[in-house]
C-alpha cells in the first residue's frame, strides 16, 4: 500500500502506550488522532506506582520532548531501582542494590501512573478526543480506514492503531481468534500511606525499593515503596504548574497473591474492608515486620485483582490496522513489563510509521517489519510474565526450597548477583 500523500493515523485508546506513540509521531510532524474513551483528562486517576526499565525509559528518551523527558525524571520517586527477595519471617535472601547508569534515557525508575499519564498527555491538548470511544472500523475503497465511534462521529485515517487495552474493540474485531484467559490466579493489593508516624513504624529496609516475599509454598507477597519528591526548582518551564505532584501521599504498594481456590470464599464479593482482613488473616504466622504492613493499610484502598493474561498466536497478514500493547500481548503484572513492552511497541512503531511518512518505506512494509519484531519480543514477555506468576504461587515446599537456595547462593558470589539483576524488568 503506496501513500502519496502525508500520513494520517488514528490512535484507539489514551493509555501509557497510545500517548507515547502520539508523542513520538506528533513529534515528527505525522498527523494523528488519539480517541479516548474518559470524559476527561483527570478521569485515570487510577494505579500504583510503575516501574520503568531501561527499555521503557529509552521509549520515553526518543518519544517525548526533551522538556518533558526531563519532567518524568524530575517526578520519578525514590525506591526506582534495586530488588530484594525475603521470607514471610523477614530472612533477607538476596538484595539486589541497583546503580544509576549515568544515563538518563537508559536506566530504572519508578513512577506513579497517574503522574505518567499526565506527563504523556502534556504536549497533546490538541490531538486527544475525550469521551471517543471506539466501535468499529471499515475498509475504504481506496485502502484508508474509517474508524466508527460509539457516538455516531467518524474519521478516516491511514493507519488505524488499536492501543484499547487488554479488551481491545480493534483486536476483537480484527483478531477474534486472539484470547486473553483468566490464569486463576488473584491478588489482592492495598496501599500503606507514609506518615511521619506511620513512618516509624515501618522497617527502613521495605522502604529501600521494591521486595518479594517468598512464603513455604502457594502464594506469594510484593511490596514496592514510592516516595514523592518535589524538584527544588519545581515544574519546568512550558509545563503545567503541580504536574510533578501526584495527588496522594507517598505509600507502600503490597499485593498478596494466591490461586483463587486457596480462599474459602468468593473474593469477588467481598468489600474492600473484607479484603483487606482477608490479606490480614493470610499472613498470620508471618514476622510482624510484613504482618503490619498490611494490617494497618487503610482497608479502603484494598482492591482484588484477577490475573489474566493473553495467548500467544501465530503471525498474521499485515494490514494498515495494527496492535499495540496490552491490546495484542496483554500480560500478568508478576514480571513488572507489561509498560514497558508497550511502550518499546510504541517506540518502534513510531520509528516505522515516520519512516512510512518520509517514504523510506512502504506502509504495509513498515507495518510488518514492527508486527514481525513486536509479535517475537511481545508474546516471549507474555511467556516469560505468565511463568514468573505461576511459579510465585506454586505450591510444593521442596521447589520453594530450592529456589530460596538459588537466592541465597547469588547473594554470596556477586557475579551471579549481578547476572540475576540484569534480567529483573528487562
Not at 28 to 43: F, M, Q, Y
Not at 187 to 202: N, P, V
Not at 367 to 396: H, K, P, Q
Not at 399 to 412: D, S, Y
Request: proline share 5%.
Amino acid at each position: 500500500m503506496a501513500t502519496n500523500t502525508p500520513l494520517r493515523v488514528i490512535v484507539a485508546g489514551g493509555g501509557i502506550g497510545g500517548l507515547a506513540l502520539a508523542n513520538g509521531l506528533r513529534r515528527a510532524g505525522v498527523a494523528v488522532s488519539v480517541h479516548e474513551r474518559e470524559v476527561r483528562r483527570t478521569d485515570r486517576l487510577q494505579g500504583f506506582r510503575i516501574h520503568i526499565n531501561p527499555h521503557g525509559s529509552a521509549a520515553l528518551s526518543e518519544l517525548l520532548s526533551p522538556t518533558v523527558f526531563d519532567a518524568f525524571v524530575a517526578a520519578s520517586g525514590k525506591g526506582g531501582n534495586g530488588f530484594g527477595f525475603l521470607t514471610e519471617q523477614f530472612d533477607r535472601l538476596v538484595d539486589f542494590a541497583a546503580t544509576t547508569v549515568g544515563d538518563t534515557s537508559a536506566d530504572h525508575y519508578g513512577i506513579s501512573r497517574i503522574t505518567l499519564r499526565a506527563l504523556l498527555l502534556a504536549e497533546l491538548a490538541d490531538i486527544v478526543h475525550y469521551g471517543s470511544t471506539f466501535d468499529r472500523y471499515e475498509h475504504r475503497p481506496d485502502g484508508r480506514v474509517v474508524a466508527h465511534f460509539a457516538d455516531g462521529t467518524t474519521e478516516v485515517g491511514d493507519v488505524l492503531v488499536g492501543a484499547d487495552g487488554a479488551s481491545s474493540r480493534v483486536r476483537n474485531q480484527y483478531l477474534p481468534h486472539a484470547e486473553r484467559v483468566d490464569t486463576g490466579i488473584v491478588t489482592i493489593a492495598g496501599k500503606y500511606a507514609l506518615t511521619d508516624h506511620s513512618r516509624t513504624r515501618l522497617d527502613p529496609l521495605l522502604l529501600r525499593h521494591p521486595w518479594s516475599v517468598i512464603p513455604p509454598s502457594g502464594c506469594t507477597l510484593f511490596i514496592a515503596p514510592h516516595e514523592f519528591s518535589t524538584p527544588a526548582d519545581g515544574t519546568p518551564d512550558g509545563l503545567p504548574p503541580g504536574l510533578l505532584f501526584d495527588d496522594s501521599q507517598s505509600y507502600v504498594f503490597w499485593a498478596f497473591a494466591a490461586r483463587r481456590t486457596r480462599f474459602d470464599t468468593d473474593l469477588a464479593e467481598l468489600t474492600p474492608a473484607q479484603l483487606h482482613a482477608t490479606a490480614t488473616r493470610t499472613t498470620t504466622g508471618w514476622s510482624p515486620r510484613l504482618r503490619r504492613l498490611v494490617a494497618e493499610s487503610d482497608p479502603t484502598s484494598t482492591t482484588l485483582i484477577p490475573i489474566k493474561t493473553s495467548v500467544p498466536i501465530p503471525r498474521w497478514t499485515t494490514t494498515n490496522v495494527t496492535l499495540l500493547g496490552d491490546a495484542v500481548h496483554s500480560m500478568t503484572p508478576f514480571a513488572g513489563i507489561g509498560a514497558n513492552t508497550a511502550l518499546r511497541d510504541a517506540q518502534l512503531l513510531s520509528r516505522m510509521l515516520i519512516a512510512a511518512d518520509h517514504r523510506e518505506h512502504g506502509l504495509l512494509d513498515a507495518i510488518g517489519t514492527y508486527e514481525t519484531a513486536m509479535t517475537d519480543y511481545g508474546f516471549a514477555a507474555v511467556r516469560t510474565s505468565l511463568a514468573t506468576a505461576e511459579r510465585s504461587v506454586a505450591d510444593g515446599k521442596l521447589g520453594r526450597t530450592i529456589g530460596k537456595l538459588a537466592l541465597r547462593t547469588a547473594g554470596a558470589v556477586p557475579a551471579v548477583k549481578r547476572r540475576m539483576f540484569a534480567d529483573l524488568g528487562a
